[in-house]
């Protein structure tokens, strides 16, 4: 009850996060529940903590609310247009960020240009520009911009473990997202709708810039507009992967930090020079609102200037400063001006490592220092000593309080960042202030900024140097599979368990071992035999239950205009038949590999694939592979016998001989023994491969029937009507209970008599958003007249069926039934079936 701030704030942020379950009717409720338990304790005049959970849910609730308006703002806005080629017309909101290939920035829309005219427009989008080879365009904040391209409104997460690409623009205030070429774009001045102030210090740190990048040799001029502003568009490549790679990226991501060592040491400059009481005071803060401002207002740079003016506030009126309500503080406002900041990974590392180092720092601090006084190191001032004990401790909190967050979003940890971290953490403070003041004295006086850089120049050359170092180390960095949710859930409740008793880690290791110790003294072997004994007799009389067997699992993946099926057998074995992929023509062949196939194996914790089959060589097939092999250990790769030159697909063949995968190839008649009443029998093609049919490599494409007890799925590759009609002749055992529909859905004059051979219960069509015409509308008639229940990845995002070899249960990402299914005679036949038109989906271009 002390710190009443923090336990109001921690609701309201609970609210934010539980806002997606919490609907504005079950708010209400709550709110009524809230207030009949304030008069219910009115009236029995209750003390105590019962006294605050009303307030409690009343923040619960504002949290919710505020979510649910925040979004509300965003929700349909640009609906009416998606898919549609236009042009935007705004004004860039942000720093764009630089790619090797592409662009990327929001636009406050002023409005849009289609072909039946203009129309108004309220809203921000994500572009995307993509640029071939040419120079980076001098685009910056606050420009007014137009561009032509397609607007997409994304659906949600699309595939199990898969990036909700909806959320991440909602939680950013965006609505949409665009797709279009640096080429169409045409740029202006300042946008007339940026206010005076804002206009003022973007014109003046872009000053700022080109001051440092004048003074400055590229690499080190890139590096220190990194450092100071956040902005990478200068920064060498190489430079930003040795920075990654040594666990220092932090320090190019304006942040809490630096606002924190600038305020350091201006504290120590104003001592020095005998600056003292208000004025003092007041011209920090004016100095750090400058910077916070100049930065573009981030998450982690309020909260530590709010944190700083506090504490400022609170030594200038002779005040206790508190630092948990500090921090209570500083996110409690900023999640009222926006409270989908929360889910912006800046704030969220931000907070969790000022946690973590107000939790931690002195307990790490009396380990460390306990250690290092063993050392023999005698001729080491103490002080320095203690200082580098106190450097360590913070690093070590702040890593710990992070730590799942890293591995979340970024899927790898710095193993040298404590090292690097305590050499470079000293000269940050010293070349923010060197950066600050060449940068501002030179607006007026270049010969001066001149002198100044000689001071920053050896410090950046030491920061270059170091990570270069750092991140030559083979062990620099290791990948690591995402945690879930859960497994979050509980480091962080271990974390507040052991923070508990004054964040003191040492103070609290008693209480928790207390009652061990405790149990120690108590028990004696014949109680521990008694125990042993009482549970393991029953089951040694009975016997131990038989765990349920595992359901084979087959997942058609959403990869747009491609094919992705995963397998997973009873016996644990991992098989993935193609990867997805683009056409060569796009270019980034891979893209659907690095952003839905990887991450939906590492979602499954697969730390090795036993078998990866290549149906037939064209990208939308195999281009997703190449991340795969990368990534992820193969025991066999699998293909047809059709070779090409094509020169991705040679690569791809390269890679895995590089890696040692063993490559074997398949034919008619061969078959995979996958366990106990499962195999896979190979089909197609024939031992002479198809020629003269006019689309061989699609022909020649493996048709296999994987088989479990009573249930059969049929692969169909990119078949056409010579496969389809040469499959019918040999009366190839096409009888199957799951179909995947050949060739996306394409055209096949065949494929009645295909699929009254087939026969199935369920046809699954792997199709995205394309040009093709695919599904073909005589393909959807004729499965509309046998009347199988048909399931689309454009529509249903990822298609998961699980079976027990004798039902099968199916269920879709974009979906909410789930269907249940056993053969004629088996089981009770159930039949639900979703029969209204799902929304069409667009696929990312």
């Not at 199990?160 to 640096?182: I, K, N, V």
């Not at 967050?405 to 710095?414: D, G, R, V, W």
């Not at 010969?447 to 050896?458: C, E, G």
């Not at 694939?609 to 592979?625: A, N, R």
Request: charged share 15%; with cysteine.
């Amino acid at each position: 009850m002390n710190r009443l701030l923090v336990f109001l704030t921690i609701p309201y942020v609970f609210g934010i996060a539980l806002g997606r379950l919490i609907t504005v009717e079950a708010g209400l409720y709550l709110a009524v529940g809230a207030l009949l338990f304030t008069v219910w304790n009115l009236r029995t005049r209750q003390e105590g903590f019962k006294v605050l959970i009303p307030f409690l849910l009343l923040f619960l609730i504002a949290g919710s609310l505020a979510f649910n308006l925040a979004i509300k703002k965003v929700n349909g806005a640009l609906q009416e247009y998606d898919g549609q080629r236009c042009t935007l017309v705004g004004m860039v909101a942000d720093e764009p960020l630089w790619h090797d290939d592409r662009v990327v920035f929001p636009l406050s829309l002023d409005f849009i240009q289609l072909r039946e005219g203009k129309k108004a427009a309220a809203s921000t989008v994500r572009v995307t520009l993509y640029r071939d080879g040419e120079a980076d365009t001098p685009l910056a904040y606050g420009q007014e911009v137009s561009v032509r391209g397609m607007l997409v409104v994304p659906e949600g997460k699309r595939n199990p473990g898969g990036f909700d690409y909806r959320f991440f623009l909602e939680t950013r205030g965006m609505s949409a997202a665009f797709y279009g070429e640096t080429a169409s774009l045409v740029m202006g001045e300042f946008s007339p709708s940026l206010s005076p102030v804002r206009k003022f210090a973007l014109e003046l740190k872009e000053k700022m810039k080109v001051v440092l990048q004048d003074q400055l040799p590229n690499r080190a001029g890139g590096l220190l507009v990194a450092i100071l502003f956040g902005e990478r568009q200068a920064l060498d490549p190489a430079v930003e992967e040795a920075v990654r790679r040594s666990g220092v990226a932090h320090m190019m991501a304006v942040s809490g930090l630096h606002v924190g060592l600038l305020a350091a040491l201006l504290f120590l400059f104003f001592k020095r020079v005998g600056l003292g009481g208000w004025p003092a005071c007041l011209l920090l803060l004016l100095i750090l609102f400058v910077y916070t401002y100049l930065t573009g207002l981030k998450p982690s740079t309020l909260r530590a200037f709010i944190m700083i003016a506090m504490g400022v506030l609170a030594l200038s009126l002779g005040r206790r400063k508190d630092l948990p309500t500090t921090v209570a503080l500083a996110g409690l406002l900023t999640l009222i001006y926006n409270p989908l900041h929360l889910f912006n990974v800046g704030m969220q590392l931000s907070y969790g490592a000022t946690l973590s180092i107000l939790l931690f720092t002195n307990s790490l601090q009396q380990m460390i220092g306990f250690a290092i006084a063993r050392l023999p190191a005698s001729f080491i001032p103490s002080s320095w000593m203690d200082n580098l004990a106190g450097l360590a401790a913070v690093t070590i909190a702040a890593q710990i309080g992070i730590l799942p967050l890293i591995a979340f979003y970024f899927k790898e940890i710095s193993l040298v960042a404590l090292p690097a971290n305590i050499l470079i953490l000293p000269v940050m403070a010293l070349l923010l202030g060197i950066g600050l003041v060449c940068a501002f004295f030179g607006l007026f006086i270049p010969l001066a900024a001149s002198f100044l850089t000689l001071a920053a120049h050896p410090l950046l050359a030491y920061i270059l140097v170091l990570t270069a170092c750092f991140s030559t180390l083979d062990f620099a960095t290791i990948s690591v599979l995402p945690p879930r949710f859960w497994e979050i859930i509980l480091y962080y409740s271990i974390f507040t368990l052991v923070a508990w008793k004054n964040g003191e880690v040492i103070k609290n290791l008693p209480i928790l071992l207390s009652p061990l110790k405790a149990l120690k003294h108590k028990l004696r072997l014949f109680h521990i035999m008694a125990v042993s004994l009482t549970i393991v007799l029953p089951f040694a009389w009975w016997g131990f239950p038989s765990l349920p067997e595992k359901p084979l699992e087959v997942v058609f993946l959403d990869v747009g205009q491609g094919d992705a099926i995963y397998i997973r057998t009873p016996s644990g074995m991992n098989i993935l038949l193609d990867g997805g992929g683009r056409p060569a023509y796009m270019g980034d062949i891979d893209r659907v590999g690095r952003q839905v196939v990887v991450p939906y194996l590492e979602h499954r914790r697969v730390r090795k694939l036993d078998l990866v089959i290549i149906s037939h060589p064209h990208e939308d097939h195999y281009g997703g592979l190449l991340p795969v092999l990368e990534k992820i250990p193969v025991e066999l790769l699998i293909t047809n016998k059709e070779e090409v030159e094509t020169e991705s697909y040679i690569r791809l063949l390269d890679m895995a001989a590089a890696r040692g995968i063993p490559q074997s190839t398949l034919q008619e008649e061969d078959v995979l023994i996958l366990g106990p009443s499962l195999k896979m029998d190979v089909l197609g093609p024939p031992t002479h491969l198809f020629r003269g049919t006019g689309s061989d490599v699609n022909n020649n494409s493996l048709v296999m029937r994987l088989l479990y007890r009573e249930v059969s799925f049929l692969f169909t590759g990119d078949i056409e009507d010579s496969a389809a009609a040469w499959l019918l002749r040999e009366k190839a055992p096409l009888k199957s209970t799951i179909l995947k529909v050949p060739h996306h859905g394409g055209y096949m004059s065949a494929f009645s008599s295909l699929l009254a051979a087939v026969d199935p219960k369920v046809a699954v069509i792997q199709v995205g958003r394309n040009t093709f015409g695919h599904p073909h509308g005589e393909i959807i008639n004729i499965l509309k007249e046998y009347d199988p229940e048909v399931y689309r990845n454009d529509r249903h995002g990822a298609v998961m069926v699980s079976s027990d070899g004798y039902t099968w249960h199916i269920k879709t990402m974009l979906a909410e039934a789930a269907w249940q299914h056993a053969p004629e005679g088996t089981l009770l036949y159930t039949h639900i079936c979703v029969k209204e038109k799902l929304p069409e989906a667009v696929n990312l271009p």
